[in-house]
């Protein structure tokens, strides 16, 4: 079946550092991948999406770039702020879309500090 | 515009008792998602439907029933309340599946089963 595989937390930086989350993935075919991201108390919200090979999705000052090759999709920032600290997760739709929604990773909690 | 809004938003149960989260969303969608949050593992699939008199079982079903009676309505329910139900669940619908769609999700329903 189809999983995603992230790094687990908390990840602690101080502001203006570089952030890399790393996402890796299972599955068949070619899948869509998302992250999203949830700050304290509140719901899901969808941070960035990429849906082929070598795509590249952009949001916020965050990227992430599908590759097909290396199954990832790791998350980027090149500076992050204190209002980056959130909970973030990787995600993945069946190819051609499934009708049982999406497959998480296990989340990654951010912590910037000032 | 509503959105994705899930009730109650916080709600505490004694072990045995039962309830009924209620999602709705404005949207128009043909897809909806019942999802727990649990810390360490992310978000997993508990029911969803695929569209108005429809539902199927996700990751963790037991211990939980669905129905969908109204196209903008995914009610959620638990019979018999355990403390392993103690998580916060999240709702979510989309119009469809595959690379161009996105999947909304509510704020959260925060229980506990004491």
């Known amino acids: 079946g189809n999983s995603v595989t992230q790094m687990e937390g908390p990840v602690t930086l101080s502001e203006e550092a570089f952030l890399t989350i790393n996402c890796t993935y299972t599955a068949t075919g070619y899948p869509s991948l998302f992250w999203y991201v949830q700050y304290p108390g509140e719901g899901l919200q969808l941070l960035l999406k990429?849906?082929?090979?070598?795509d590249k999705g952009s949001n916020k000052g965050f990227e992430a770039t599908y590759r097909k090759e290396t199954t990832s999709f790791h998350l980027e920032k090149g500076s992050v702020q204190v209002s980056d600290s959130a909970v973030y997760f990787c995600?993945?739709?069946?190819?051609?879309?499934?009708?049982?929604?999406?497959?998480f990773g296990k989340g990654t909690h951010l912590i910037i500090q000032p | 515009n509503a959105g994705v809004t899930q009730t109650p938003k916080f709600r505490v149960l004694k072990t045995g008792q039962s309830m009924t989260l209620l999602c709705a969303q404005d949207m128009n969608h043909e897809y909806m998602y019942w999802y727990r949050q649990d810390p360490g593992m992310g978000l997993r699939l508990i029911h969803y439907s695929v569209g108005e008199g429809t539902t199927a079982k996700g990751e963790v079903p037991d211990g939980y029933n669905v129905s969908r009676l109204k196209k903008q309505n995914f009610l959620l329910g638990l019979e018999s309340a355990a403390p392993s139900q103690t998580s916060v669940y999240f709702c979510?619908?989309?119009?469809?599946?595959?690379?161009?769609?996105?999947?909304?999700f509510g704020e959260g329903s925060w229980l506990t089963v004491v």
């Open positions: 979510a619908s989309t119009r469809q599946t595959g690379p161009r769609n996105t999947i909304y």
């Open positions: 995600a993945l739709e069946a190819s051609g879309g499934g009708a049982d929604g999406l497959t």
């Open positions: 990429a849906t082929k090979a070598d």
